[in-house]
């Protein structure tokens, strides 16, 4: 069956579509005026009083100044943080002294290595300090002044003490096993019963140390200064001592590797001879030690003998 329609004169929308289509647009129309009626406060807040405010603040340059005092806080911060760091410095530096005199005396670390390691890089002044005992293997102290320091029975094993300062170090009994002690001056130092296997001592000035009873095995002595330096009853098994000075050392009972260890030193197959050193003054002979057959250097001349 056709439909049929209820047409306007003039050939336009039927009539029935006519009525929901104007009640539609009124709805949205109302709806836009009641929200336009619901901001209407906020946009006169808005205009009339919050944009006079910021054109005020504005024209004050307000956020210029807030830029410059913030500025301004970060400086004094700084000057604070620098003014305050000579006070760190002095609690950390009495904090590290307090670790080594409640340490005195008393076996193990007990707070010592990072306690030195603090005075070292503050830069203090660490002479006549009482390091003994302490654990400080592998530790970078190279041309640092240690003089007179006590290290007696430390762990200095492969520590980097390369052109250190060490005239008159306590260092008897110390641990040194390959230790870098090249050009470190250790002028009169105590290294009696030191374990030096392995270390570098080459070019070192050795002057009047006491080395007696020091285990020396495979140690750099090369071009070492041990002029008048006591060397009885080391052991130096297989030191090389090319180039080494020798007048006036103490050598009655060092332990060396061959019976021909005194031509061997005054001509070497490599490197230079050892300097100063008269062979008429010394000879070496085989000893028993503990049932075990050693060469020893005695003097030429046995003072004992009637």
């Known amino acids: 069956m056709a439909t049929e329609h ?6 336009g929308e039927p009539q029935e579509n006519a009525e929901p289509h104007d009640s539609g647009a009124s709805q949205s129309e ?45 400086v004094l911060s700084l ?44 830069g203090a002044d660490l002479r006549y300090v009482d390091l003994s005992g302490g654990n400080y293997q592998d530790m970078q102290l190279g041309g ?30 110390a641990i040194l096993w390959d230790a870098d002690l090249s050009r470190a001056t250790l002028w009169k130092a105590n290294l009696r019963g030191a374990r030096l296997n392995g270390a570098n001592l080459s070019g070192a000035d050795l002057k009047g140390a006491n080395l007696s009873g020091a285990y020396l095995v495979l140690a750099n002595l090369s071009g070492t200064d041990l002029k008048g330096a006591n060397l009885s009853g080391a052991m130096l098994h297989s030191a090389d001592l ?7 050392a103490k050598l009655d009972g060092a332990i060396v590797h061959t019976l021909s ?3 061997d030193v005054l001509n070497p197959a490599y490197g230079e001879p050892v300097k100063d050193l008269d062979p ?13 057959a050693v060469f020893v250097v005695r003097p030429a001349v046995d003072s004992s003998a009637p």
């Not at 209820?6 to 050939?11: A, F, H, L, S």
């Open 79 to 122: 000057v604070l943080y620098i003014g305050e760091c000579g006070s760190r410095q002095d609690a950390t530096t009495n904090q590290a002294w307090a670790v080594f005199a409640a340490a005195s005396g008393k076996p193990g670390d007990l707070g010592r290595r990072q306690a030195f390691a603090s005075l070292i890089n503050l």
């Open 144 to 173: 640092v002044d240690l003089s007179e320091v006590k290290f007696e029975a430390a762990n200095l094993a492969r520590a980097k003490l390369s052109g250190a300062w060490l005239y008159k170090a306590e260092l008897s009994g």
């Open 280 to 292: 008429d003054d010394w000879r070496v002979v085989q000893e028993d030690r503990d049932g075990q």
């Open 30 to 74: 109302s709806k836009h005026t009641r929200v336009f009626f619901l901001r209407w406060p906020m946009h006169a807040v808005e205009m009339n009083l919050l944009k006079p405010v910021n054109e005020w603040l504005q024209s004050l340059a307000i956020f210029d100044i807030l830029d410059r005092v913030g500025k301004g806080l970060i």
């Open 6 to 11: 209820i047409e306007q004169d003039g050939g």
């Open 261 to 263: 260890w005194l031509e």
């Open 242 to 248: 090319s180039g080494a000075w020798l007048s006036g």
